[in-house]
């Protein structure tokens, strides 16, 4: 048995994942990373998951290409074959990524069949065989997200020894998504609501391996509830949460980090992120593709909702950014509220 800690990677510190942003596909691409970060500036990042396929067969720049801003940000990969991984692990170097993370835990049938994803847990030699190919080609972290379980095995054995042989290889960092993934029978969003949560699980891992990061995600919502798991684990991962009621972000660098954050009110936020608009479709790109992301950031607030149905009305979509927001409803001002009326 190797031991874990022989071969630590320089620059892994578990504060590093304290709170993260989950990697969703269709969600957090660039512009949605960009948006996250006029909320927050310590929050770790995560993109969509890209596949080895499409990254050593596609259009890399267009899979791969982030702001500077983004940082720090990690790749999730998913794949099975150690010479892809690797392969893949460092075009994630070269493009200046903080981390490489493997996906063990998404269930959908597309996946399975390309042999990666949530069934892996099944076959831990063949994870541990990557996370050693990629943790040979590159510097930067090399992190796993998994589920605690396949289809309906409740045995936490199953879960420590894919962490122990996984730990063995080499990966310091573990995301663990505390539901099972039943691989038959449930479309990939029930496959997020309906397997019963077992926080303490996860906790149990960080007791079993106190060297390790341990980070938590799952059905996780407000601010008391992500302090409440750091006090078992080193790290909370927030996914749709953080995507439909973004503003609660803004409070997170503060809280969690002890540091100001980076806008103290929604308008600056929603300034910044007009720039960023204008910028898009003054470069030719189609700006409500970034702006989909962006339509929660005044939810609970008086107005919210003509706000958002301004945003999202397709006859602007042509029209640039700044000029429409001299037009766009104010909410939670006397403009804003008067907009919804009919
Ligand atoms: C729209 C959507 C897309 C997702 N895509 C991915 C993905 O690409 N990779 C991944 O590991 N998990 C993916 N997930 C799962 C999330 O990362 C997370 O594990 C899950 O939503 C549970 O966390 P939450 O309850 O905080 O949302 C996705 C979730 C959603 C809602």
Same mark, same amino acid.
């Given at each position: 048995?190797?031991?874990?800690?022989?071969?630590?990677?320089?620059?892994?510190?578990?504060?590093?994942?304290?709170l993260s942003?989950?990697?969703?596909?269709?969600?957090?691409?660039?512009?949605?990373?960009?948006?996250?970060?006029?909320?927050?500036?310590?929050?770790?990042?995560?993109?969509?998951?890209?596949?080895?396929?499409?990254?050593?067969?596609?259009?890399?720049?267009?899979?791969?290409?982030?702001?500077?801003?983004?940082?720090?940000?990690?790749?999730?990969?998913? =794949?099975?074959?150690?010479?892809?991984?690797?392969?893949?692990?460092?075009?994630?170097?070269?493009?200046?990524?903080?981390?490489?993370?493997?996906?063990?835990?998404?269930?959908?049938?597309?996946?399975?069949?390309?042999?990666?994803?949530?069934?892996?847990?099944?076959?831990?030699?063949?994870?541990?065989?990557?996370?050693?190919?990629?943790?040979?080609?590159?510097?930067?972290?090399?992190?796993?997200?998994?589920?605690?379980?396949i289809d309906?095995?409740?045995?936490?054995?199953?879960?420590?020894?894919?962490?122990?042989?996984?730990?063995?290889?080499?990966?310091?960092?573990?995301?663990?998504?505390?539901?099972?993934?039943?691989?038959?029978?449930?479309?990939?969003?029930?496959?997020?609501?309906?397997?019963?949560?077992?926080?303490?699980?996860?906790?149990?891992?960080?007791?079993?391996?106190?060297?390790?990061?341990?980070?938590?995600?799952?059905?996780?919502?407000?601010?008391?509830?992500?302090?409440?798991?750091?006090?078992?684990?080193? =790290?909370?991962?927030?996914?749709?949460?953080?995507y439909h009621?973004?503003?609660?972000?803004?409070?997170?660098?503060?809280?969690?980090?002890?540091?100001?954050?980076?806008?103290?009110?929604?308008?600056?936020?929603?300034?910044?992120?007009?720039?960023?608009?204008?910028?898009?479709?003054?470069?030719?790109?189609?700006?409500?593709?970034?702006?989909?992301?962006?339509?929660?950031?005044?939810?609970?607030?008086?107005?919210?909702?003509?706000?958002?149905?301004?945003?999202?009305?397709?006859?602007?979509?042509?029209?640039?950014?700044?000029?429409?927001?001299?037009?766009?409803?104010?909410? =939670?001002?006397?403009?804003?509220?008067?907009?919804?009326?009919?």
């Open positions: 048995m190797i031991d874990s800690r022989a071969h630590q990677q320089p620059g892994i510190a578990p504060e590093a994942w304290r942003v989950a990697p969703m596909l269709d969600w957090t691409d660039r512009h949605c990373r960009h948006f996250h970060r006029l909320l927050t500036r310590r929050t770790r990042l995560y993109t969509e998951m890209v596949t080895t396929g499409a990254l050593l067969h596609g259009d890399q720049a267009r899979h791969l290409d982030f702001d500077a801003i983004e940082h720090p940000v990690a790749l999730q990969l998913g =794949g099975s074959d150690p010479a892809d991984l690797a392969a893949c692990a460092r075009l994630a170097q070269r493009w200046g990524y903080d981390e490489v993370n493997l996906n063990c835990g998404c269930p959908s049938e597309r996946v399975q069949k390309g042999a990666f994803g949530a069934c892996l847990m099944a076959e831990p030699a063949l994870v541990a065989d990557g996370v050693k190919a990629m943790r040979d080609a590159v510097d930067v972290p090399v992190t796993v997200k998994h589920r605690i379980g309906r095995g409740e045995s936490y054995d199953f879960v420590r020894d894919f962490v122990g042989t996984l730990a063995d290889a080499g990966c310091e960092v573990f995301i663990v998504h505390a539901r099972n993934a039943w691989l038959q029978g449930l479309s990939p969003k029930e496959n997020r609501d309906i397997p019963p949560l077992r926080y303490e699980q996860v906790y149990q891992l960080k007791r079993d391996f106190p060297q390790l990061t341990i980070v938590i995600n799952g059905g996780i919502r407000t601010d008391d509830e992500i302090a409440a798991h750091l006090a078992h684990v080193d =790290g909370v991962m927030v996914g749709r949460q953080a009621e973004p503003w609660q972000m803004a409070g997170w660098d503060l809280r969690f980090f002890g540091e100001a954050a980076p806008a103290g009110e929604r308008a600056q936020v929603e300034a910044a992120w007009m720039d960023y608009l204008q910028a898009q479709h003054l470069g030719g790109r189609p700006w409500p593709q970034a702006m989909r992301h962006a339509l929660g950031l005044w939810n609970g607030v008086a107005g919210a909702r003509s706000w958002r149905q301004f945003w999202s009305d397709h006859h602007h979509k042509l029209r640039p950014p700044h000029e429409l927001s001299a037009l766009s409803p104010r909410p =939670g001002t006397a403009a804003g509220r008067e907009r919804i009326a009919p």
